[in-house]
């Protein structure tokens, strides 16, 4: 379906040198993803900046021609609409309209990344996830490398249930998955299970 939209997008610039070369790069085009445990190009963070930026700019036709414009960036956050508020409702009604405790998840009509609060005025704070994740990354990579360098049978490190000989619960890539949710959410969206791929990265994340 991406493939189509690109395609079907590229169809409607006028010819010319532009719509040569992404022509030519359609050719090329995978779905994009999130490796977390890569070693990000030289002055990049593990937190990729495509997923930080409000507004990107994107190149559109314009008659014979095409002009640049500023959009909000699809990667950056998912707007409700409209907010599924009884399917999201985490903290029971009292019946007259309000409720007893604030429920962020019925606040929220975007997804947010480690909100600076729990009311309808949580901001995204991506700079403190990036900080989070270059702080942990060696470790992200090193479990992961260990894992898929060690073990010979998947099912010991494709869930967090597998026990060692010690009795221990085993090193998983579901732990590194897990804990990249909770890094990234920090009590937004990708922190809860059943609201987390609502946010654009969850699909860079997983795919």
Same mark, same amino acid.
């Given at each position: *379906?991406?493939?189509?939209?690109?395609?079907?997008?590229?169809?409607?610039?006028?010819?010319?040198?532009?719509?040569?070369? *992404?022509?030519?790069?359609?050719?090329?085009?995978?779905?994009?993803?999130?490796?977390?445990?890569?070693?990000?190009?030289?002055?990049?963070?593990?937190?990729?900046?495509?997923?930080?930026?409000?507004?990107?700019?994107?190149?559109?036709?314009?008659?014979?021609?095409?002009? %640049?414009?500023?959009?909000?960036?699809?990667?950056?956050?998912?707007?409700?609409?409209?907010?599924?508020?009884?399917?999201?409702?985490?903290?029971?009604?009292?019946?007259?309209?309000?409720?007893?405790?604030?429920?962020?998840?019925?606040?929220?009509? %975007?997804?947010? %990344?480690?909100?600076?609060?729990?009311?309808?005025?949580?901001?995204?704070?991506?700079?403190?996830?990036?900080?989070?994740?270059?702080?942990?990354?060696?470790?992200?990579?090193?479990?992961?490398?260990?894992?898929?360098? *060690?073990?010979?049978?998947?099912?010991?490190?494709?869930?967090?249930?597998?026990?060692?000989? %010690?009795?221990?619960?085993?090193?998983?890539?579901?732990?590194?998955?897990?804990?990249?949710?909770?890094?990234?959410?920090?009590?937004?969206? *990708?922190?809860?299970?059943?609201?987390?791929?609502?946010?654009?990265?969850?699909?860079?994340?997983?795919?």
């Amino acid at each position: *379906m991406i493939y189509q939209n690109a395609r079907d997008v590229i169809s409607e610039f006028p010819g010319g040198e532009f719509k040569a070369r *992404m022509s030519d790069a359609l050719h090329s085009f995978r779905l994009p993803y999130w490796d977390a445990a890569a070693i990000p190009p030289i002055g990049e963070g593990s937190y990729p900046w495509c997923v930080q930026r409000e507004t990107i700019e994107v190149e559109l036709p314009s008659g014979d021609s095409t002009c %640049r414009v500023l959009i909000l960036n699809p990667l950056y956050s998912y707007t409700f609409h409209p907010l599924p508020v009884e399917a999201f409702r985490s903290v029971p009604s009292t019946g007259d309209g309000s409720v007893a405790v604030v429920d962020r998840w019925i606040e929220w009509n %975007r997804t947010v %990344r480690f909100p600076t609060t729990k009311d309808a005025k949580a901001e995204s704070q991506d700079r403190r996830v990036a900080f989070h994740l270059d702080w942990n990354s060696e470790n992200i990579r090193q479990r992961t490398y260990s894992m898929l360098a *060690m073990q010979k049978d998947f099912y010991n490190i494709s869930n967090n249930l597998v026990r060692n000989s %010690r009795g221990e619960v085993a090193d998983s890539l579901e732990s590194v998955h897990d804990t990249l949710h909770n890094t990234v959410g920090d009590g937004g969206h *990708m922190w809860q299970t059943q609201y987390s791929s609502f946010d654009p990265i969850f699909w860079l994340l997983h795919a």
